[in-house]
């Protein structure tokens, strides 16, 4: 079993829907989350941290975490075009950090 | 500019040709780390460094080699690479380790002939 599961997609949305991207972990030690996004050929930019259950807004993204299901998500409100790339779940514990393979996501205009 | 910097960008090898990719950050972060990322397996961590001359096994550490003599510093070694090695390979640095979130440096694309 893998540490950290995405759907890969891809996830197609119309330009100025809600994106929601899912992310399911193992351990439930785990510490740390973050949804990163990465254009192709290029290195991961990170969008949003989160550490405790609950939402946390940040524009027109919202990461929800919830610890005793063992799930993060990504809300992208407004969705736009440059929106489109592969999103990655990170959980982080005991000094390491395990990604998912990603998520692509594709905005249609 | 706060920045994670690695080099080569891309580097192109033979078997079993000693090669090192070096990585450098400006930020004073504790934490570092190498990740290989390859097609459907997403990255995967090579080693990590707690602090200098603090390092660790990652989940994919065989073939691979690093040294933290300097808090700025983290080279990753492949003494004797071999084709299953070519891969898009990212260092990182958090400030804090698994507390904060990683920085990525550009990559380094090798590719083992």
């Known amino acids: 079993q893998k540490e950290v599961e995405q759907n890969s997609g891809p996830l197609s949305v119309p330009e100025g829907a809600i994106a929601s991207l899912n992310c399911t972990y193992s351990?439930?030690?785990?510490?740390?989350f973050f949804w990163y996004r990465q254009y192709s050929g290029k290195s991961p930019e990170l969008i949003m941290s989160i550490y405790s259950n609950g939402d946390k807004e940040d524009g027109r993204f919202t990461a929800q975490l919830n610890k005793a299901s063992q799930y993060v998500s990504l809300l992208i409100r407004d969705s736009q075009p440059s929106d489109s790339a592969t999103y990655l779940c990170?959980?982080?514990?005991?000094?390491?950090?395990?990604f998912g393979s990603g998520t692509k996501l594709n905005v249609k205009p | 500019e706060a920045q994670v910097t690695q080099n080569p960008r891309y580097l192109i090898t033979v078997t079993g040709k000693k090669l090192t990719v070096t990585c450098s950050q400006n930020m004073n972060h504790e934490y570092m780390s190498w990740y290989r990322q390859d097609p459907g397996l997403g990255l995967r961590q090579i080693y990590y460094?707690?602090?200098?001359?603090?390092?660790d096994k990652g989940d994919v550490p065989e073939g691979y080699k690093v040294s933290r003599k300097e808090k700025r510093n983290f080279p990753l070694i492949l003494e004797s690479p071999s084709p299953n090695q070519t891969s898009l390979y990212f260092c990182?640095?958090?400030?804090?380790?698994?507390?904060?979130?990683?920085?990525f440096g550009n990559g380094t694309r090798l590719t083992v002939t």
């Open positions: 351990d439930r030690g785990s510490q740390s």
């Open positions: 460094s707690m602090n200098v001359e603090v390092t």
């Open positions: 990182a640095s958090a400030s804090t380790g698994v507390y904060s979130p990683l920085h």
């Open positions: 990170a959980v982080a514990n005991f000094n390491k950090f395990y």
